[in-house]
Antibody
Framework: DVQLMESGGGLVQPGGSLRLSCAAS????????MHWVRQAPGKGLVWVSR????????SYAGSVRGRFSISRDDAKNTLYLQMDSLRVEDTAVYYCGRGGLSGYIDHWGQGTLVTVSS | EIVLTQSPGTLSLSPGERAILSCRASQSFGSSFLAWYQQKKGQAPRLLIYGATNRATGIPDRFSGSVSGTEFSLTISQLEPEDFAVYYC?????????FGQGTRLEIK
């Protein structure tokens, strides 16, 4: 079974940093694009970032470009999201997801909550 | 940026009825890049439909997707109690990837 498990969320002050991790199992991690999607409390889904299966291509939502960085370690079957210069509006549950052939997300983790507050 | 506008915002129906959810795109993109997700309270989203019309693995055949130009629809033929949830459309044809704002399907 495909499993994705996020970790690394927590409470951080505005301007601070966090690194989220997503541990993958049950599939050949290096074959798949991977995504981060977030959901603020009571709000809808917002795509954050994606990375190509070989790590050679990344893209970001405008609201996080220049502050967040996506990466992967295929040897550890792990996806990362480095989040710097965090803002109150970055408060959300962050989900990692496995990318399907045409960019849809076919499996999702359970999410990790990031709270940015002073 | 492609904006996906979902309607209605909330749909109130009874079990056994048919639900039709709409997702309109602000510009054209390949229908291969349109997906639908279901999200129940406190849970992660679940893929229902990809490529506008293809059911994901394990999704019951009461769920179906269709497309006409830039208008996409998700139909649930006969609502079961477990279908009451929030539904999102999603496009991955143009960067940035975008989601619709969601349609809440509630029990009448």
């Amino acid at each position: 079974d495909v499993q994705l498990m996020e970790s690394g969320g927590g409470l951080v002050q505005p301007g601070g940093s966090l690194r989220l991790s997503c541990a993958a199992s049950g599939f050949t991690f290096s074959d798949y694009w991977m995504h981060w999607v977030r959901q603020a409390p009571g709000k809808g889904l917002v795509w954050v970032s994606r990375i190509k299966n070989d790590g050679s291509d990344t893209s970001y939502a405008g609201s996080v470009r220049g502050r967040f960085s996506i990466s992967r370690d295929d040897a550890k079957n792990t996806l990362y999201l480095q989040m710097d210069s965090l803002r109150v509006e970055d408060t959300a549950v962050y989900y990692c997801g496995r990318g399907g052939l045409s960019g849809y997300i076919d499996h999702w983790g359970q999410g990790t909550l990031v709270t940015v507050s002073s | 940026e492609i904006v996906l506008t979902q309607s209605p915002g909330t749909l109130s129906l009874s079990p056994g009825e048919r639900a039709i959810l709409s997702c309109r795109a602000s510009q054209s993109f390949g229908s291969s890049f349109l997906a639908w997700y279901q999200q129940k309270k406190g849970q992660a989203p679940r893929l229902l439909i990809y490529g506008a019309t293809n059911r994901a693995t394990g999704i019951p055949d009461r769920f179906s997707g269709s497309v006409s130009g830039t208008e996409f629809s998700l139909t649930i033929s006969q609502l079961e109690p477990e279908d009451f949830a929030v539904y999102y459309c999603h496009q991955s044809g143009y960067s940035p990837i975008t989601f619709g704002q969601g349609t809440r399907l509630e029990i009448k």
